[in-house]
């Protein structure tokens, strides 16, 4: 039997937000939840539910645009459609019944409230997600990064304000900033510290929490600590990584992952942290292949922060750690990349930046597109 | 309520056969051409703005394998050419991310050669192209960007940005190869000039769609099927890119060809986005366009039909439509196989009003009557014998020439007819 929604303890979870017109509240049901609310496992299939309640305190009606959550959405019938088989003929009507009285509403009248479930595709790790809702006038739009139950993320245990001691930590002002970061590691090195590894070709600069909110609002994902814990582990400053964070293309044949580490420097209110980003792609069945063009996957790294509004200012700095394409291509040089040597710095921005308000710092000229 | 274990799924052995064939057609050297012997620049676009000028063309599957060596396009890969000219005094980078914003590396296409002699030549080749993004004052560059894919129309956008300013270039390229639907379809001679109503008042143009059938036919003209519950407004052009830049695909007319490629995508759920769709009846007419939307596979995607309908409204065309959700294949009597759609018919519409909207694509939009509510209790059959229930109402939108933001679509209270 189906567990009441009006006892599930999600609603208690739910994270509010609102305007002066619009009040939106969201929860993520985890897997087990799922199973009970719907009484089947819809994570099987890929379908998250996502609870909300909007109340309209306006006195005009209220639409609520269920593509600004997920523009691939499940509408509800679909998903009753497909867990048809195995119910008789009156347990099936009653299945669609309830996937249809549970959906969520687009409109709520003036002073009136209403809640329901969105199907979306469902995300590992932290669920980012935008509630877009429209009456008279200028939408009201709400962004939420919810964690979904039952997913520990691999920084579950890193704790900014441990790492290093005063006495490690160096503060920088404006001027002496761009030389420290110049001079900041090439690349990350094994366990022993011997053998250089893969290069570290971004520098973010913000909070921790900045950081996080970046990361998902342009559509990177966590890592759990488990298959955090199965990769070929990388080292810089004595230690793994702190954290690994993911982009998976829609097709599925390509795959980026960022590693990061906490820089022992302060610069104003802000951290420095250390990243290496390295593409993989998949040529048919599932075996996975590195790009050794690292410096495509750098770019694309810098595009998918922009075009996901997470940033406000962009500077390039020349680096002396080139391999050139050429000596890779020729099997000249026994490396499995080879790059331009240039890092990519990038500013943190907690609010949503269009491309328009970026600042891009007067340093060394970006490398060239194109013949 | 306990739930059965869940059906088999088909077996896919023959996925397999499927994918040796084509090792063995798409095994071959690297022999690439130059970029000046394959005249695909011939059907190259050009745009300018504020200092920069963008000129784009892309090649079809033939003159692909010219300039590459490999069959990109069986790869579902299609490279754009993009050339740009920064006339400024300042520094400017180019974003393939605008262009598809997934993608493929240079070196990703490269692995698609297959003897290792062959690659090491494609990876020089490819990494001629260039990965990088600045573009210095008075400099002309171009270069290759690897995307995903579409046949009929390409539609892409080109972004240009420096410290001070943006470019955003829109693109709707054609690309050889794909018989479209709508492309057998002669708009002028639909109608002769004294069939056309031409309608200025809102009243007396409410009336008019509220008359119009409540639903297509079958090729006889007997069976009533899906609700006919859009109303779209617009220049034609207009209303063309504004559903491809909504992501919708152009359909491919049914022929022998396509006839195996849907049956393949739907065997082995792979995405053949532009498989036929069978024929419903307005004025007693096959659809005029039909337009797909794909979603996770073949099996799961929207189907949208226009028919051009015999009436102007403020001098812009006027057209009336149909627009479904499949959720899965059935079989019926009636076609071999068919799609079994959403019986919420309202939710689909709604969807369409929002797709448009979120693309900016959508001005205004308004519901009007002409459909006949079926409630969900007394559900009504389509063609195919799938029921559906409905309030009733048609979505009235308007298509702008314009990209039009969120904040500036307008809904116009048509529910009064007198209004």
Known sequence: MYEAVERSDFRERAESQSDARVQVSAAVLGREETTAVFGIDLYKQGIQPVWMEIRNSTNSLARYAVVSTDRYYFSPLEVAYKNRGGYSDEGRSEMEERFNKLAMPRYVDPGESRSGFVFTHIAAGAKGFNVDVFGSGAPSSFTFLLRVPGFVPDYANFDAASIYSAEELTAYDDEQVVDALRAMPCCSTDQSGDTAGEPVNIMLVGSGPELLKALLRSGWIETSAKEAAEQQPQFLFGRMQDAIFRYKSSAGDSLYEIRFWLAPMLYGQDRVWLGQIKHFYVLGGSLRRFDPDVDSARNFAMQKFLYGQALQSIGWLAGKAVVPAESFLERLINTPYFTDGYRLVLWLSAEPLSVANIDVKDWDLPPRWGL | ?419
Not at chain 2, 8 to 35: E, H, M
Not at chain 2, 279 to 288: A, E, M, T
Not at chain 2, 392 to 400: D, S, T
Request: with cysteine; hydrophobic share 35%.
């Open chain 2, 1 to 419: 309520m306990t739930r059965q274990a869940s059906p088999t799924r088909p077996k896919r052995w023959f996925a397999g056969t499927v994918l040796a064939l084509c090792l063995a057609g798409c095994a071959s050297g690297f022999k690439p051409k130059t970029i000046d012997q394959v005249p695909f620049r011939d059907r190259s676009v050009t745009q300018v703005e504020n200092g920069i000028r963008v000129t784009t063309a892309v090649p079809d599957a033939g003159e692909t394998r010219d300039l590459f060596g490999i069959s990109l396009y069986r790869k579902r890969i299609q490279p754009v050419w993009i050339e740009i000219e920064n006339m400024t005094a300042e520094d400017i980078w180019f974003l393939p991310f605008g262009v598809d914003s997934d993608y493929h590396t240079p070196m990703e296409v490269a692995a698609l050669t297959r003897k290792s002699s062959a690659r090491q030549q494609a990876e020089q080749h490819f990494l001629r192209n260039g990965v990088n993004l600045g573009i210095r004052p008075g400099e002309t560059r171009s270069g290759f960007v690897f995307t995903e894919l579409d046949q009929g129309t390409k539609a892409f956008n080109v972004d240009v940005f420096n410290d001070d300013d943006t470019w955003q270039f829109t693109f709707f390229v054609p690309v050889p190869g794909l018989a479209t639907d709508h492309g057998n379809v002669d708009f002028k001679s639909l109608y002769a000039d004294d069939q056309i109503s031409h309608y200025t008042d809102a009243a007396e143009f409410i009336r008019a769609l509220q008359q119009l059938p409540c639903c297509v036919k079958d090729s006889k003209g007997e069976n009533f099927g899906d609700p006919l519950n859009l109303v779209i407004i617009g220049e034609p052009l207009d209303i063309y890119y504004a559903v491809i830049r909504a992501d919708w695909d152009e359909t491919e007319v049914v022929s022998a060809a396509s006839g195996l490629r849907t049956a393949m995508s739907f065997l082995t759920g792979g995405k053949y986005r532009y498989s036929p769709v069978s024929s419903l009846y307005v004025f007693g007419r096959r659809q005029d366009i039909a337009l797909q939307r794909i979603r996770e596979n073949i099996n799961e995607r929207n189907h949208f039909r226009l028919w051009l309908a015999p009436m102007t409204f403020q001098g812009q065309s006027v057209w009336i439509g149909q627009i479904s959700r499949d959720i899965g294949v059935r079989f019926t009597t009636k076609t071999i196989t068919t799609h079994k759609i959403d019986p919420d018919v309202d939710e689909t519409r709604e969807f369409l009003i929002e797709n448009l909207a979120y693309n900016q694509v959508l001005s205004r939009f308004a519901y009007v009557g002409g459909v006949g509510a079926a409630p969900i209790e007394s559900p009504r059959g389509n063609l195919t014998g799938d029921p559906y229930f409905t309030d009733g109402l048609r979505a009235v939108m308007w298509i702008p020439a314009k990209p039009t933001d969120l904040q500036d679509i307008r809904y116009v209270d048509w529910s009064d007819p007198e209004g």
